[in-house]
């Protein structure tokens, strides 16, 4: 019932279209406790800690009871006091309460609910045993101790980003949130977007640390350390000190990076200005000469890495461009290490990231130079808040600072890359500039701006009507790229963010990552941009110098081998890819090992793993064909391996080598 009048401890409230008592209770200005609510998600009902008591029905979760009209509700009895406190103590009991040293603590909502409603003893005992974490992705840290079951993972990723690598298994008190077949994250189809970091209101999941690697650096006297920040850590990082002022925040925080000892403070604003260059002219020559279309971003790792594992077909469709961080590492590795007269692995490259894909993005063999990774390490904006914390730094009372160039100098064009449709917008500005000349002004394309899941917008360029679409949340992309494969759409160029709303909205942001929260850092991108005096990003006057004095122009042969990458299929079995080789010999000896899931589980990836490099330590790549197969059954034995016509069965990754030199290198001739 959308219509009618409620009485809440009292007070009449209409019920105004309210989808549940819970918002009813938070406008009548009352904050009723809850775990498992979150308002962009579906409703769980299932920490019970929003009860309230309505008069002829009794005790309701606030959450998941619709209003009716005449409800009487009351939300401060005797009795939903002394049951909240009981959900918290049971919470507690299962709980790791190591908090002194918890990566949440001072920000842990259990914590926080403890104090507010007074639970200074835990009836309950402890946890039975502590489960060992998982510290196997590059992003994220997972705590199974801390776990209080909410279910806001589990949402978030089968919600928003229509994945689903967290569930609950088992049942009764043996329930846990996990990945399928309780394998570690770096195993899975995770794309590192730090959503289920954002959502989650205890220890149990977290962001991986770098900041002390970072310090190590700064304390290294025979390391010049620089570092790029990216355009939505300016529009955050206030929020961590009580800053407002979104201007005077950047300023005090290049100051503050200053401080802590970086040699030199870039802004990732002038590669956004160098990606909208590379990446329109890439475009361009796509439209003109017949390139596949449409054109997809790849500034975003979570997305690139998506389509890796869910849409290898269309890689070739994506932009060869490397993101805006890994242009600033090879730009700081190839050229500007030379500038100054270091060797490479003497310039330490840090970059500052509302982003957690990021420190996946940074560890991507593809970004390397002679050895050394591009980009040395990644920070969130939050992980840069605690490192000026620990160093005493009173932020509030610094005086703004400006940053470095030539690396330092970015356009408003670059300043809306930290949000949904700024991507897109930035190469429309580029085009609008590049095909009518100087004379074309300031371009707002506010066709792409705002937060709809999905955008559409046409634009004429030279008598062309192009078409373009903007997208951010991977359930959003999904429904997108299912509307083009099946020919529902057309499109010549599309923007995909994995987070909602953006980069303004990465995992890496401060605690409080709503809409509401997005909304207002989208904002102050946007107002930063209109008071922006460098427009369109072939205005920035400091990239087309050093294009042309690095690369002897854009779009050539030396920016597509230093500024551009490749993309590979990735396959749902693991994040890492087997290079099988072909064999070439007339008639190789075939050797199978089963993937199906009964023996991936039992180490299958392992033995083939290990296969592969013996057949090239012992110089077989000729002789021996290996690939994959399923079900050569016997999978209660251990991994099954056909060789020849035999099969092969009990085969483990520790006996792997054993097997492979008795019973297939003995059958042909090195």
Known sequence: MSTGKVIIDGREMPIDGAKNILELVRRAGIELPTFCYHSELSVYGACRLCLVEVDRMGLVASCSTPPADGMVIHTNTERTRRLRRMVIELLLANHD???????????????????????????????????????????????????????????????????????????????????????????????????????CPTGALTVKS??????????????????????????????????????????????????????????????????????????????????????????????????????????????????????????????????????????????????????????????????????????????????????????????????????????????????????????????????????????????????EGIKEAELQVAGQTLRLAVVHGLANTEKLLRRIKNGEVTYHAVEVMCCPGGCVGGGGQPDVNDMISRVRRMKEIYDLDRVEQVHKAQDNVFVTQMLQEWFGGPANHNTHHALHTHYTPRRRITGQVIDVVKSDAQEPLHVSVCVGTGCYLKGAYDVLNKFTELQRHLNLTKQVKLSGTFCLEHCDEGVSVKVGDEIITGVTPDNAEQIFKTRVALQVEP
């Open 210 to 451: 770098e900041i002390d690697r970072v310090w190590s650096y700064l304390h290294d006297p025979a390391k010049v350390v620089v570092v790029q920040v990216a355009p939505a850590v300016r529009v955050a990082i206030g929020e961590e000190f009580g800053v407002k002022t979104h201007d005077m925040a950047t300023g005090k925080m290049v100051t503050a990076l200053r401080k802590l000892g970086f040699d030199k403070v870039f802004d990732t604003l002038f590669t956004a200005d160098l990606t909208t260059i590379e990446e329109s002219l890439e475009f361009l020559d796509r439209l003109q000469n017949g390139g596949k279309l449409p054109l997809f971003t790849s500034c975003c790792p979570g997305w690139v890495k998506y389509a890796e594992q869910f849409h290898a077909d269309l890689l070739d469709n994506l932009s060869s461009c490397r993101s805006p961080q890994q242009m600033f590492g090879s730009l700081v590795k190839k050229h500007y290490a030379r500038s100054i007269g270091r060797d490479p692995q003497d310039v330490i490259c840090v970059s500052i990231m509302p982003c957690t894909a990021k420190k996946f993005e940074a560890r991507r063999p593809e970004f390397r130079t002679d050895g050394l990774y591009d980009v040395d390490v990644v920070l969130t904006t939050v992980e840069l808040a605690r490192m000026i914390k620990e160093a005493g730094i009173v932020f509030d009372e610094l005086e703004p600072g400006a940053f470095d160039n030539p690396l330092g100098m970015g356009s408003g064009s670059a300043l809306i890359f930290g949000t949904t449709g700024g991507v897109m917008e930035s190469v429309v500005r580029f085009v609008a500039g590049h095909v009518g000349g100087k004379e074309v002004g300031r371009v707002d394309f506010q066709q792409v701006r705002g937060v």
């Open 97 to 199: 309460r190591e908090c002194t040293t918890c990566e949440k603590s001072g920000r842990c909502k259990l914590q926080e609910l403890a104090h507010k409603f007074g639970v200074k003893k835990v009836r309950f005992g402890h946890r039975d045993q502590k489960l060992p974490l998982d510290e196997s992705s590059t992003s994220i840290v997972k705590d199974p101790n801390k776990c209080i079951l909410c279910g806001d993972c589990v949402r978030m990723c089968k919600e928003v980003q229509g994945i689903g690598v967290w569930d609950f298994a088992h049942r009764g008190s043996k329930t846990v949130v996990t990945t399928a077949f309780d394998k570690p994250v770096a195993e899975v189809s995770c794309v590192n977007c730090g959503q289920c970091v954002a959502v």
